[in-house]
């Protein structure tokens, strides 16, 4: 099956910085999403990421607080902007129909803490 | 409100016990996913069931698609401590194929 590498796998970061998470399909995938997650919790959907298009936002999430790059079709990123304590989380990336039975492959996670 | 409810939200249980996880909803999905999660790592796919009132086995799970493709449930039979982890549905729907997720069930499974 196919592997998502995603990084950083966690990071501490300050208030008011940014944070670029990147992720790394080792096959071509049209769609790919960005997820946020509290640790335990089910997971809300960011955004979705075509390749030679803007991205979907979902409702509460805007462009200018998570911008996302999709280059190709085997690479994203997510920055989270101007963090603030309140993006303290867990966010994965996944792509579409790469497993058996037409699942999503998930990336292993970025743990964000703003201080 | 979340499009699928999940339930129970946590379970503890005795190595050995059964259990049954549920997931429901008023809308129809094209397709239902169970995912399973560990700490540190993304969710994986266990199963994908298409068809209404489909029944899958995988070893010691049972995944069951409503007739109506609106719900589904995951039975656990033996539960043995290394089933611990969140177990989380999804339903895919819409032109883009995009996953709703359920709440998640959070199983501990004690020696």
């Known amino acids: 099956s196919a592997v998502i590498s995603q990084k950083p796998s966690r990071d501490i970061c300050q208030r008011g910085t940014s944070l670029t998470i990147q992720c790394q399909v080792d096959?071509?995938?049209?769609?790919m999403f960005w997820y946020r997650q509290q640790p335990g919790q089910s997971l809300t959907l960011i955004a979705t990421?075509?390749?030679?298009?803007?991205?979907?936002?979902e409702s509460g999430f805007v462009i200018d607080k998570f911008p996302i790059s999709r280059p190709n079709l085997t690479f994203s990123t997510l920055t989270v902007s101007n963090m603030s304590p309140e993006d303290s989380s867990i966010y994965l990336c996944?792509?579409?129909?790469?497993?058996?039975?037409?699942?999503?492959?998930f990336g292993s996670g970025t743990r964000l803490t703003v201080v | 409100t979340q499009l699928l409810e999940q339930s129970p939200q946590f379970l503890s249980i005795q190595e050995g016990e059964n259990l049954t996880v549920y997931c429901n909803s008023s809308s129809v999905f094209s397709s239902l996913q169970w995912y399973r999660q560990e700490p540190g790592e993304g969710p994986v796919l266990l199963v994908t069931?298409?068809?209404?009132?489909e029944v899958k086995k995988l070893k010691r799970l049972t995944f069951q698609f409503g007739d109506a493709r609106k719900d589904s449930s995951l039975h656990i039979t033996a539960a043995q401590p290394g089933d611990t982890g969140l177990y989380l549905c999804a339903g895919v729907r819409g032109a883009g194929n995009m996953l709703t997720f359920g709440g998640g069930t959070r199983l501990m499974v004690k020696p």
């Open positions: 990421a075509n390749q030679g298009s803007e991205a979907t936002y």
């Open positions: 096959s071509q995938v049209t769609m």
């Open positions: 069931v298409v068809t209404g009132g």
């Open positions: 996944s792509g579409e129909g790469l497993e058996v039975d037409y699942g999503y492959t």
